[in-house]
């Protein structure tokens, strides 16, 4: 158990960056400061996305998701860990889950949307301003704005470039952990909806990061002859995904807030059997259930390509990397850029 902190004598520096909520209830910030200084055991319980800076400890939430310099899902105190910040808030059905967790992170923010179901059903429980992005004429430009006026939301569809894509290239490269063309594409992606996040005044992004992991989303799932071992394996890589995508959103200014991220939509996302998530030819399926209390079945029930493709990004980098004299590959293309770029 974390022991209370005792007050040296130096100033008493807080810091806190993200959101805490305590047995489902947002803290304000005078609250958060409160608990730091006079009950610190008390931040083990603590959820949300958030990152302390308090005396000479530091804690970040349970998953890593609000960046920070301290290990995720810990209270380090003089470079020691002193407890593990795990929340073990009471278990709810999926469909509960869901809504509490956009529930604790709407007062605020814009939803990125692409029009397949992760991001509309984020965007219809949370009710607010939705962004798309894309090239002109690219699938989720034209399917954000289907969703949108389905569910009543503004969108605002940002138009992305070749050159812009070209441009921002480097500065991507520079900030994501792993290198390989997926990756680089994705943020990409990212890249651009961080932007017109901030182009329109919000530093808060509302996504869908964490569904296809959870639920059963990639096509490949509806083949594969392992599905329970893949579905943990590409859970475990989140923690990466996070790491690349918030430092793309980092680079606007901007943090990304992941409901599916939620720990109790993690939970009751891990006790559903494997085959209940990908069964007679449909991915996501308890998700699409939970969905469709929410939408029409046309949404509800839309598969949908992922970002980078649904974008045209990565299509756009493809012809990049022909451009530059890569033909064959887009990892080399990458690899010239962090060379020229970089010096790697």
């Given at each position: 158990m974390l022991v209370p902190y005792t007050i040296r004598k130096v100033r008493y520096v807080f810091e806190y960056q993200g959101w805490i909520e305590l047995d489902g209830r947002r803290l304000t910030r005078d609250e958060v400061e409160e608990i730091t200084r006079t009950a610190p055991e008390t931040i083990r319980r603590f959820g949300g996305e958030f990152a302390l800076s308090f005396g000479d400890c530091q804690a970040?939430?349970?998953?890593?998701?609000?960046?920070?310099?301290?290990?995720?899902?810990?209270?380090?105190c003089n470079g020691e860990v002193r407890c593990l910040v795990n929340p073990d808030p009471a278990p709810q059905p999926l469909a509960d889950a869901i809504t509490t967790a956009v529930a604790l992170r709407n007062d605020e923010g814009i939803t990125a949307l692409s029009g397949g179901v992760d991001s509309s059903l984020v965007a219809v429980l949370a009710q607010r301003e939705c962004l798309a992005v894309g090239l002109a004429g690219s699938h989720d430009l034209l399917r954000a704005q289907h969703a949108a006026h389905l569910l009543n939301l503004p969108c605002t569809s940002v138009v992305v470039t070749p050159p812009e894509i070209e441009a921002a290239l480097p500065r991507v490269l520079a900030v994501i952990p792993v290198k390989d063309p997926v990756n680089t594409s994705i943020a990409l992606t990212q890249y651009f909806i961080a932007r017109g996040a901030h182009d329109l005044g919000y530093d808060r992004i509302l996504t869908g990061q964490g569904a296809d992991e959870l639920f059963g989303g990639y096509a490949r799932y509806l083949t594969t002859t392992t599905l329970a071992d893949d579905l943990t394996r590409d859970v475990a890589s989140l923690e990466m995904q996070v790491i690349r995508d918030q430092s793309v959103a980092a680079l606007h200014t901007t943090r990304l807030s992941m409901p599916y991220m939620d720990i109790r939509v993690v939970r009751a996302a891990l006790a559903i059997p494997a085959e209940e998530k990908v069964k007679d030819g449909k991915r996501k399926v308890p998700l699409r259930?939970?969905?469709?209390?929410?939408?029409?079945?046309?949404?509800?029930?839309?598969?949908?390509?992922?970002?980078?493709?649904?974008?045209?990004?990565?299509?756009?980098?493809k012809k990049l990397a022909r451009k530059n004299g890569y033909k064959t590959s887009v990892q080399d293309y990458i690899d010239q850029i962090l060379r020229v770029e970089h010096g790697h």
């Open positions: 970040r939430d349970h998953f890593g998701i609000c960046p920070g310099h301290s290990p995720k899902g810990a209270v380090v259930r939970v969905a469709a209390q929410y939408m029409p079945e046309e949404l509800a029930g839309y598969g949908k390509k992922a970002m980078q493709y649904g974008s045209g990004i990565w299509g756009e980098l």
